[in-house]
């Protein structure tokens, strides 16, 4: 199916993100990003974003075909992974750590 929305997340910061919100059978290049694996469910017409998992990578290809937590993932009842692409490791890395700092994620513990 692909994509199917975009989505700001804000941080513990204050700072927000843009991301774009894509069905799990998506297919994606080898690029850095940061991403967060969500529950997706409509309310009231919306899309409503329940997060599972935020990790940053190099290889996004390789990070969502071979993810340690997909277990607790599919536990939890994934159903979209959002991307927001980043070449920069140290800008990722900041990126992950201000979201997880906003956010409870039951897989990243």
């Known amino acids: 199916m692909g994509k199917i929305s975009d989505a700001a997340f804000k941080g513990a910061s204050g700072e ?6 894509f069905t799990m059978d998506s297919k994606f290049e080898n690029v850095g990003a940061v991403y967060v694996y969500t529950k997706r469910t409509e309310v009231d017409g919306r899309g409503v974003q329940k997060f599972l998992f935020i990790g940053q990578t190099r290889r996004l290809e390789d990070a969502m075909f071979k993810h340690e937590k997909w277990q607790c993932l599919e536990f939890n009842g994934v159903n979209c992974v959002c991307i927001h692409l980043d070449e920069d490791e140290a800008s990722r890395i900041k990126k992950e750590e201000d979201l997880l700092n906003a956010n409870k994620t039951p897989c990243n513990e």
């Open 16 to 21: 927000k993100y843009g991301f774009q919100t």
